[in-house]
Structure formats: C-alpha cells, structure tokens
C-alpha cells in the first residue's frame, strides 16, 4: 500500500527547482574554456568534465530506474565525449529525459523505496534529493577551478 506523506513543496516545483540547478550548472560548462574542462584540476580533483560524466550517468538512468522500477548498475563515461559542445548536447537531451520521465511520476511514488543502482535503498524523494546535492557539489568544485583561472562564475543564485 502507498502512503502520502505531508508535501512541503510541490512535484512541480521540486523539477523546477532542480532544473534551476541544472540550467545553473549547464552555464559553467558553457563558460569554461574548452582545453581546461578537460584538463584543469585542483588537489587532485577531477576535472570538471570527469565530474559532468558522473552527473550525466546519475540523473536521467537514476530517474528512469525510479520511472521503471530497474535497477541498473552504475556506468559512468560509457559514451567518449571529446568537445565541450558534445557535452552541452548530452546535457541538453538529459534535460528533456528528465521532464519526460518526471511526468511519469505519482506523489505517491516519492515515498516508495527504491534501489538506486543496486547500492542505495533510500525513499525516491531522498534519492532525487541525491542527485540534487550530488549536481552541487560538483558545481561548487566547479566554481573553485573557475576561480582559479581567474574567471567569475555566475552567481550560484541566478538559477
């Protein structure tokens, strides 16, 4: 049996929230300079596009796990991205993939259990919470390599 729990923040709202944070985070690939997305890194940090990889394998496979109650295995960097362009493209298709499959979603869903990638059994809104968090904490990796380089990074509210 599902269960409704109290709602402090709409379905609707919560998918423009976190695509405020991924329109924010598509901003900081567009303005780092293509050789230092791939190269540039602090303290042993990955660069920035490693760490773009890790979000584009979590978001939409987590979501279409969610959406279709599969569990995949983690697989990051399948796909061997070359150019900043090809990054914003599979960004931008993420994007889309995620309004599609967040359609698909029930509020009643958002308590149920899931599996993510086989390692986490959390309730589905602590699971997208995950991806949220996990997407700015690498923004904010991201913002210390731009700083680095001397370049101003938008504002982490203009979202």
Do not use: C
Not at 17 to 35: D, M, N, S, V, Y
Not at 81 to 99: G, H, M, R, S, V
């Amino acid at each position: 049996m599902k269960t409704l729990a109290a709602q402090v923040i709409t379905q609707e709202d919560l998918l423009k929230h976190w695509q405020g944070h991924r329109a924010l985070t598509r901003r900081l690939i567009e303005i780092f300079p293509e050789k230092d997305f791939f190269e540039f890194s602090i303290g042993g940090m990955r660069p920035f596009a490693k760490l773009v990889d890790e979000l584009l394998a979590i978001a939409v496979p987590g979501l279409r796990g969610i959406v279709t109650k599969q569990t995949e295995a983690f697989s990051e960097g399948g796909e061997k991205l070359i150019f900043k362009a090809q990054y914003l493209e599979k960004w931008d298709e993420a994007t889309e993939e995620i309004n599609k499959y967040w359609e698909q979603l029930s509020i009643e869903d958002f308590s149920e259990t899931f599996n993510l990638f086989g390692q986490y059994e959390f309730p589905i809104i602590q699971n997208i919470l995950y991806f949220i968090d996990n997407e700015v904490h690498h923004r904010g990796q991201a913002y210390v390599y731009l700083r680095a380089l001397n370049i101003e990074p938008p504002f982490f509210w203009e979202r």
